[in-house]
């Protein structure tokens, strides 16, 4: 049973650029959630997609999108990428109707800004 | 909105001692309390959790306390080993009558010393 996976696993990019970092849910998963974990810090929430919609989001500025897929995959977008978005990049699924349950997450994205 | 403060922020003790690690929480609503164990290089991985009707939890060497009342809650890692080496985070989820988003504490790291 594959559990979450994300793509790819480190990134490198330059100030001004746009990056799209990818998530598959765990099998049976119809949620994801998005968390940005700056070094030596805690897990930030991004924003949540069930079904395809923006359920939740956190204090990110519009620069962060996402999407989800009819296959309950996910990507996150960020524009014009700033020296302070170099973060891990965590992936979790869950269960829409089972939100208190818990999240699983992915070993992440390490993005660094240039 | 939900605020879980964290402390300490980094703990060492020696193998074979007790560990134990404390978080508070703000909003009075939240019901679920996961906490999550992160190694080097890894996602969070779900070491226990407690519902807000039970005042604690047990699992082998692990153990979760809740004061619903004081709105603090803690875990407890008994005869610790090197492999117990991580950080950790708590988290508080705010129920369902408010975003439904994990809100987490900022991290603990915990070294064993051999």
């Known amino acids: 049973d594959a559990g979450v996976t994300q793509s790819p696993t480190h990134l490198i990019k330059t100030r001004g650029q746009q990056v799209t970092l990818r998530c598959s849910p765990k099998?049976?998963?119809?949620?994801v959630s998005w968390y940005q974990q700056a070094l030596g810090q805690g897990p930030q929430f991004i924003f949540q997609?069930?079904?395809?919609?923006?359920?939740q989001r956190g204090n990110f500025p519009d620069r962060f999108s996402g999407h989800q897929f009819p296959n309950y995959s996910s990507e996150l977008n960020v524009n014009a990428l700033l020296l302070g978005d170099s973060a891990l990049y965590l992936c979790a699924s869950s269960l829409y109707v089972q939100r208190d349950q818990p999240q699983h997450f992915g070993d992440g994205t390490r993005l660094s800004i240039l | 909105g939900e605020n879980v403060e964290q402390h300490p922020s980094t703990l060492s003790v020696q193998e074979g001692d007790s560990a134990v690690i404390k978080c508070t929480y703000s909003d009075s609503a939240s019901n679920y309390f996961p906490w999550y164990k992160q190694e080097l290089g890894k996602g969070p991985q779900l070491i226990i959790d407690?519902?807000?009707?039970?005042g604690e939890k047990k699992d082998q060497r692990i153990a979760v306390t809740l004061n619903k009342t004081a709105k603090h809650f803690s875990l407890h890692i008994t005869e610790t080993q090197p492999e117990d080496s991580a950080v950790y985070f708590c988290a508080a989820f705010p129920g369902y009558s408010s975003a439904s988003k994990i809100i987490f504490g900022s991290g603990t790291r915990l070294s064993i010393r051999p």
């Open positions: 407690i519902r807000s009707n039970v």
């Open positions: 099998s049976g998963h119809d949620t």
């Open positions: 997609y069930y079904e395809e919609e923006e359920r």
